[in-house]
C-alpha cells in the first residue's frame, strides 16, 4: 500500500528526534514512527559544531523510526532553530480607487498586496524560511482571514510574516543531513513546529507564547489573531541549569542527576532542612550540598529565562492580558520542577506544559515535551499535503520501542 508520509527531524543539542507520520484522508496526521539519538557536543544554540557526530546521531534516530514505521525515509522535514533565525512582519497596501470612487479588489490586486508584504529587505547573508499570510485589511476592516476579493474599496492590505534565517547554519545543516543519504524537503523555525504539535487554533487565536526550553536554546513564538507575530531566541536553557550547579564544585553528570531528580525552581518547594551528600568532583571526597540552596541556583535561571519572555512580549507592545491563553512550554527544560508556577509569577501568564497532540501514537514516547518540534514538523508536513507514494507503516516492534525508551532514562 502506499501513502504520503512525512518525517521531522530536529536536530538537538542533546538528542536528535525524529517522528514520521502519514497523512489521513483529510490530512491529519497519523503517527508512525519514532527515533532518538543522543547527540552531545555537535550542535549548539542551533548551530552545527560537529559535522559527523551530528550526522551519526541523526541516522540512528531515523533508522530507529525506520523500524517502526516499516519503510525508508528518503526526505525530512527540518527544524531550524536558534538566534539566527527571526521573524518580521510586513504590509503591503494597493490602491484599488478612492473613498469617492471605490474599485473592485481583484485577485490580482491581492497577489500583488501579498508580494509586497513578503518582499522584505533581508539582511546580507540571510535567507527567508517562510512567509505565512496572516490578514487581510480594505478600507477600515482589519483582521480578515479571507482576501476580500469581489469587494468595493479605495484599497486592499495584506499582512505577510516572514520567517528567515542566516544562509550559513542552515545550509551546514542541510549538508549535514544529505551526508546520511536523505534530503530536506522542507525548513521549519523550531518553534513554529513545536506550536504546531501543541497549540489549539483557539489559542493561537486568542492570543498564547509557545517557549521550548531545550539544552542549550530557548525558542519563543507569540501567536495572537490565529497564527504568528514574533520569534526569538536566547542562549539560555536547560544545560546552563547543569553548569550553574556544576558550579557548587560537581561533575557535569553528578549536576546533570542533582537538576533532574531534586532541583526545583521554586523556593515553596524546597526543603530547609535537607541535606545531600553529593560526590565532588576530580574523586574528592563528598560534598554536603543543602536543598534550599539548589533550589536557589535553579530558580535564579528559570527566573533569568522566564524575564526574557516577558521582555519578548513588551517588544511586541503585548501586556500578559493580551495573551489570555497563556504561555505553553515544551522542551526537555519544561520538565524542570516549579517552573511552571515560577513562569507565571515572573510572566503573570497561565502556564502549562505542551505536549503534542495525537489521536494514536506508535509510542506513549511521542507525547512528550521533547518530541513537539519532530512532531510539530510531520503536523506541519502532511497539512501541507504533499503526496508521495511510500510504503505504508507497519506495526511498532517491541524491541525498537524499548531501545527508545532506555535512550530517554538516560536523558531523565
Ligand atoms: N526532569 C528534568 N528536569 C530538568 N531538566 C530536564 C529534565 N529532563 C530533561 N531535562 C533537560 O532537558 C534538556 C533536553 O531537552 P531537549 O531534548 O528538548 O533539548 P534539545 O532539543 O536536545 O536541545 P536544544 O533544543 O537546545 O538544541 C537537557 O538539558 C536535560 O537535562
Ligand atoms: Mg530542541
Redesign the pocket.
Known amino acids: 500500500m502506499s501513502a504520503e508520509y512525512h518525517a521531522g527531524l530536529?536536530i538537538?543539542?542533546?538528542?536528535v528526534?525524529c517522528v514520521v507520520a502519514v497523512a489521513g484522508e483529510n490530512g491529519e496526521p497519523v503517527f508512525s514512527g519514532l527515533g532518538a539519538s543522543e547527540?552531545r557536543n555537535s550542535?549548539r544554540d542551533?548551530i552545527l559544531v560537529d559535522m559527523e557526530g551530528a550526522a551519526a546521531a541523526a541516522a540512528r534516530a531515523m533508522e530507529e523510526a525506520e523500524e517502526l514505521c516499516g519503510f525508508r525515509i528518503e526526505r525530512v522535514q527540518l527544524a531550524v532553530?536558534g538566534a539566527h533565525v527571526r521573524g518580521l512582519m510586513g504590509t503591503g497596501t494597493i490602491g484599488t480607487g478612492s473613498m469617492d470612487e471605490p474599485g473592485v479588489i481583484t485577485e490580482k490586486d491581492v497577489a500583488a498586496a501579498l508580494e509586497a508584504a513578503g518582499s522584505i529587505d533581508l539582511p546580507p547573508g540571510s535567507m527567508a524560511l517562510d512567509r505565512i499570510t496572516r490578514d487581510f485589511a480594505f478600507d477600515r476592516f482589519t483582521g480578515l482571514s479571507k482576501p476580500p476579493v469581489g469587494l468595493q474599496a479605495s484599497s486592499v492590505t495584506a499582512r505577510v510574516f516572514t520567517v528567515y534565517s542566516d544562509r550559513v547554519p542552515v545550509e551546514n545543516l542541510i549538508a549535514m543531513v544529505e551526508r546520511t543519504g536523505r534530503k530536506v524537503e522542507a525548513l521549519v523555525p523550531?518553534g513554529l513546529a513545536a506550536g504546531a504539535s501543541v497549540l489549539s487554533a483557539d489559542e493561537m487565536d486568542l492570543g498564547v507564547v509557545l517557549m521550548?526550553?531545550?539544552?542549550?536554546?530557548t525558542n519563543l513564538v507569540v501567536y495572537r489573531d490565529g497564527g504568528p507575530m514574533h520569534l526569538a531566541s536566547f542562549s539560555m536553557?536547560?544545560?546552563h541549569?547543569?553548569r550553574d550547579l556544576q558550579r557548587l564544585r560537581l561533575s557535569w553528570v553528578q549536576a546533570?542527576r542533582l537538576?533532574?531528580e531534586k532541583?526545583a525552581a521554586n523556593d515553596r518547594m524546597s526543603s530547609p532542612n535537607l541535606v545531600m551528600n553529593v560526590p565532588r568532583v576530580g574523586d574528592r571526597g563528598t560534598l554536603q550540598i543543602s536543598h534550599p540552596l539548589v533550589t536557589q541556583v535553579v530558580s535564579q535561571r528559570i527566573e533569568a529565562i522566564c524575564e526574557g519572555v516577558s521582555q519578548e512580549i513588551r517588544r511586541c507592545g503585548l501586556e500578559p492580558g493580551d495573551l489570555p491563553a497563556g504561555l505553553i512550554i515544551t522542551?526537555?527544560?519544561s520538565?524542570?520542577?516549579g517552573l511552571l508556577e515560577t513562569a507565571a509569577a515572573v510572566t503573570g501568564l497561565p502556564v502549562e506544559t505542551g505536549y503534542p497532540r495525537a489521536n494514536e501514537v506508535p509510542t506513549e514516547i511521542l507525547r512528550t515535551p521533547?518530541f513537539a518540534?519532530a512532531a510539530g514538523l510531520s503536523v506541519l508536513g502532511c497539512g501541507r499535503g504533499r503526496r508521495h507514494g511510500r510504503g505504508m507503516a507497519s506495526g511498532p516492534k517491541k524491541g525498537m520501542l524499548r531501545r527508545v525508551r532506555n535512550f530517554l532514562d538516560t536523558?531523565?
Request: charged share 30%; hydrophobic share 30%; proline share 0%.
Open positions: 530536529d538537538g543539542a542533546s538528542a528526534k547527540c550542535v542551533g532553530g523550531s521550548d526550553i531545550g539544552s542549550s536554546m536553557a536547560s544545560d541549569i547543569t546533570e537538576k533532574v532541583a522542551g526537555g527544560g520538565r524542570t520542577r521533547e518540534v536523558l531523565k
